[in-house]
């Protein structure tokens, strides 16, 4: 069965530079979901989509801004990084269950290091 | 403040021992619960979900979970551990009021062969 489909998985940057990840939901899932594990830490919530509008924001820095495209793929722009940045930055999507949004299907994730 | 909490930081069993971690969450309306699995080096997995109905849920890999409403609870449990579940569980909560699954602090699970 088909994935979450996240990329690259891994990258690396120097400080102040900008990188990009992107999301490929489960096919016919609508909602996407932004998370950020640091080392030892569990995911935080950072910004999720619904029929390619923002939904939900949680704890984004204002460098980072993310959208849903018209194919429901996703992209993670991160800009004038810092070393608190390095991470591991989990992709997620889901579908309407019967009740409430449904389970969240976890891509593998993109792990951002930051020299 | 929407939240969910899990007591043990690290637990450390021998094989065959049974399992109980602990979840609490804040009041706040209608919610559904999750547990994740995250074995070393992958991604977050779906153990189990408690959406409505039978309070007691079963999930994968024998591990079973209790909705315990009065108590804003959702205990983990599994029997007999086995060396394959040395992983990191969390527990996770989804308010009706929101349109995100807010995340535990993660218990770590370390089993002794």
């Known amino acids: 069965a088909a994935g979450v489909i996240q990329s690259p998985r891994h990258l690396i940057k120097e400080k102040r530079e900008t990188a990009t990840l992107k999301c490929y939901p489960i096919p016919r899932h609508d909602t996407v979901y932004w998370y950020q594990q640091g080392p030892g830490q569990d995911p935080q919530f950072l910004i999720s989509f619904y029929e390619k509008m923002q939904s939900d924001k949680g704890s984004i820095p204002d460098r980072f801004s993310a959208q849903q495209f018209s194919d429901y793929h996703s992209e993670l722009n991160m800009s004038s990084l810092e070393l608190g940045d390095s991470a591991l930055y989990f992709c997620?999507?889901?579908?309407?269950?019967?009740?409430?949004?449904?389970?969240?299907?976890f891509g593998e994730g993109s792990r951002l290091t930051v020299l | 403040a929407q939240s969910v909490s899990q007591h043990n930081h690290h637990v450390i069993l021998s094989e065959a021992a049974s399992l109980e971690l602990g979840c609490n969450y804040s009041?706040?309306?209608?919610?559904?619960l999750f547990w994740y699995v995250q074995y070393p080096g992958q991604h977050l997995q779906l153990l189990l979900k408690y959406f409505s109905g039978d309070p007691l849920v079963k999930g994968i890999k024998g591990f079973e979970a209790e909705f315990i409403k009065s108590k804003f609870s959702f205990n983990l449990r599994k029997p007999s551990v086995q060396w394959s579940d040395t992983a990191e569980y969390f527990c996770a909560i989804e308010y009706s009021s929101a349109s995100k699954i807010i995340f535990g602090s993660g218990t770590r699970l370390s089993i002794r062969p």
């Open positions: 997620a999507s889901s579908s309407p269950g019967t009740s409430g949004r449904g389970e969240l299907f």
């Open positions: 009041y706040g309306g209608t919610v559904n």
